[in-house]
């Protein structure tokens, strides 16, 4: 007897193929997101050829007088966040004065990662849920934030970019003129920056102020720097809120490593 | 079809929309790619027969939801319209290359609408962006002027293309 080979017709077929397709899509994302982490995973060396990391390999500058774009950029975040920790510490001595605070946890850490594939807005780094990592951890870049953990394997993860619209997290923008912070949220604007939402106008927040991402219980202990504030005019669908923009502390398609806040590791991993 | 020079073929090009080499020829400071995937989808679409086009449609989908965020979305809204596609061509022959950036255009901004409505449901947190969608469909479309040869060498390496306008397919 001839063996028949099964084939299906046209129409079995687009409904298979359609009811599979549901079925994917039904599938908790946490399950099929390792399908893409694998295929970064298998095709990792190919997705990074052509990534633009010569920024960072640029050789030193010979003038003694001058530093590199980067290395400027580099000190500048050192120093602005040297400056949060510094106003942060005398919050707190003013407060110790009062009641003694708990100690800050000893357990706060850093993992390093490698940046091991970039899409829009998005990275996916070599570190995931074995390391400590879970949704929501802040994402240092040079020790600017960079973005937040949005997905995290069990060896891989994605970073959703700070210039993500899909990316809203609590600032506080320096007021040195006065000697505070102003509270808002950031939201990403799809480019190359992010846009602050719904600031009123009776704060007098200037071009060219500070801009860190705000501390968040089991999440980021102190302020640390972000960008600062490339424009801030009316606004012009509402004029009694303030139009900002954020312009990030580094240009982020050049970030090759980054490093991400990890709060109690032990209890993560 | 030779399936398995059509499944190199697809992984190669997902790989490439993937990689950083796209970024050379990305726009704006929306970072506005051409979509690969897309141009394969309506050439396949338009060239195998309608089995076939089924076959690819949602094969090309799955490599787009593998370079994507999620893994769904495209399989359905690239498998549901290419197949429309391929029907829509025994009707209409798409034989110019104009009329193939206009449907590479139409498809993109269709296949993408469907795809981040259906993206809702899986990560409710993604947001549509209506213009990068019609920028990334214009870019595609005028890329086909520039890439049809190459992607016609390949189709026909795959088998895909040997029944194209006027023989009639083999009905199944």
Not at chain 1, 138 to 165: C, F, H, K, M, P
Not at chain 1, 216 to 230: E, H, N, T
Request: charged share 15%; proline share 4%; glycine share 8%.
């Amino acid at each position: 007897m001839a063996r028949t080979r099964f084939k299906p017709s046209k129409l079995t077929l687009f409904i298979g193929l359609f009811l599979f397709g549901c079925v994917l899509l039904l599938l908790p994302q946490t399950l099929t997101s390792k399908l893409n982490f694998a295929f970064i995973d298998i095709f990792g060396f190919f997705l990074n050829m052509g990534s633009s990391a010569a920024y960072y390999h640029q050789p030193p500058s010979t003038s003694p007088d001058f530093v590199s774009r980067h290395e400027y950029n580099r000190l500048w975040v050192a120093y602005t966040n040297q400056q949060a920790e510094l106003q942060e510490y005398k919050r707190q001595i003013e407060e110790l004065g009062k009641v003694r605070l708990t100690e800050p946890d000893p357990l706060a850490g850093l993992v390093l990662a490698k940046v091991v594939n970039r899409k829009d807005n998005q990275f996916i780094i070599n570190r995931g849920s074995n390391d400590g990592l879970k949704n929501g951890q802040y994402v240092l870049g040079d020790n600017a934030v960079i973005g937040v953990i949005e997905q995290a394997s069990a060896d891989i993860s994605s970073v959703r970019l700070i210039t993500s619209s899909t990316c809203k997290i609590p600032i506080r923008i320096s007021a040195p003129q006065i000697g505070t912070y102003f509270n808002g949220t950031m939201q990403g604007d799809d480019k190359n920056g992010a846009i602050i939402l719904n600031m009123p106008q009776k704060y007098k927040i200037k071009a060219g102020s500070n801009v860190y991402a705000a501390e968040k219980a089991g999440f980021l202990l102190s302020p640390r720097i972000i960008g600062r504030i490339s424009r801030c005019v009316i606004g012009e669908t509402n004029p009694v809120i303030w139009d900002i923009t954020v312009e990030t502390a580094y240009n982020l398609n050049n970030i090759t490593d980054v490093a991400v806040i990890v709060i109690n590791p032990a209890a993560g991993g | 079809m030779r399936w398995f020079r059509f499944a190199f073929l697809i992984i190669a090009a997902a790989v490439i929309q993937a990689s950083a080499l796209m970024g050379t020829i990305s726009l704006t400071d929306m970072h506005i790619k051409p979509d690969l995937l897309l141009i394969l989808l309506v050439y396949f679409a338009i060239s195998c027969e309608s089995y076939d086009a089924i076959i690819c449609s949602f094969a090309i989908g799955f490599a787009a939801d593998l370079t994507g965020a999620a893994i769904g979305p495209h399989f359905i809204s690239f498998g549901l319209l290419g197949t429309a596609l391929a029907h829509i061509k025994k009707v209409i022959l798409l034989k110019q290359t104009r009329q193939q950036a206009a449907a590479i255009f139409v498809m993109g901004i269709l296949t993408y609408i469907l795809a981040s409505i259906l993206i809702k449901f899986k990560v409710p947190s993604a947001a549509a962006n209506m213009f990068k969608i019609f920028t990334v469909s214009i870019y595609s479309a005028i890329l086909w002027f520039l890439v049809k040869w190459f992607v016609r060498a390949m189709g026909k390496w795959v088998g895909a293309g040997v029944f194209r306008f006027g023989a009639k397919p083999q009905e199944r």
